[in-house]
């Protein structure tokens, strides 16, 4: 794979874009460059302004929710809906053609969010820019405010409604962690040439624990992390006993020394879509006592039994060792939810 690993090998074994190829990834394992990293001497250093860097080293939990731009040129209604979180939450994550559907642009909803004083991390795919792109965006970024870059490979367009489409994958995530580093410690671009002023971000990656190979993500969120990451955020967290072996994983490695690990939380409301979250997405490990006991009940009371359960996970995920925040995520578009499961949440 030339910009691999993609962040989604199916169960099976079969590849995220065509379920009837064998993922390759799985072939070449030893060959993989970032194989056994190593962790850098440990700095101390303060990357940005922001509210989340400062919060987590701190060492208070961080309150992380999610954002979906609408198909909209008018934002007006998405700052509506997340102004009441303000004092409620450290930041909001903001998606970026999330499964490579095209939204509304993530920068300019994060200027807006910026200008109404909500801190935002902003999610930078090498599905849609080159390398000249991405540091413009990285640049562009920094100068309206933002604090925090959340670097990902992003999905191939084949999963979004527009499959023809072409991706460019100039570079993969870990490729774009180094480039955001480099702006940043540097003070050069890629091309060696220096820049007038370096942005002050603090970097993110992403991470999924169970998905295939299990045994190998831990390590890959440790080579991210030995790449520049400082805060790691995870897919949605369901088997809190599995997770708890992955954070071990990631102190043996050395990598919590490093970076912040925020545990992704979905917020399910109904048995249907966490049906979907099992099929859909590769090592959401759903489990199927959740399902069921969903399915049995009514329609209108699966909404509070669902957010009752994402509370009560939340509170797991905040008693382990290693965990630095949690990263709530609204499904279709039920930005309600986040109030919600907020509302039930100690202070």
Known sequence: MEHGPCGGV???GGCEVNSNLRCPYLDVLNELPWRDPTMPTLKNEVYSKGKLESTLRAGDFAIIAEVYTP?????SGLMAQYAPFQDKITAVNIAEHALATPHASTLAAAALFERAGLETIINLTCRDR??????????GAAALGVSNIFCITGDH????DDPTATPVFDL???GLIALAKQLRDDGTLLTGRTLTTSPNIFIGAAANPFSMPVHLQAERVAAKVTTGANFIQTQG???VSGFNEFVGQLRDWGALEHAHLIAGVALVTSSKQARWLQTAVPGARVPNDLIEELKHLPQQDQRAFGLDYAVNLIAE???LDGVSGVLLFPL????????ETLAQLQP
């Open 10 to 12: 199916r169960d099976n």
């Open 71 to 75: 198909d909209s040129a008018d934002l």
């Open 130 to 139: 080159n390398r000249i792109g991405l540091q413009g965006e990285i640049l």
């Open 157 to 160: 367009p084949a999963l979004g």
């Open 172 to 174: 993969d995530s870990l």
């Open 237 to 239: 967290i369901f088997d």
């Open 317 to 319: 995920l905040k008693a």
């Open 332 to 339: 279709q578009g039920d930005v309600a939810a986040i109030g």
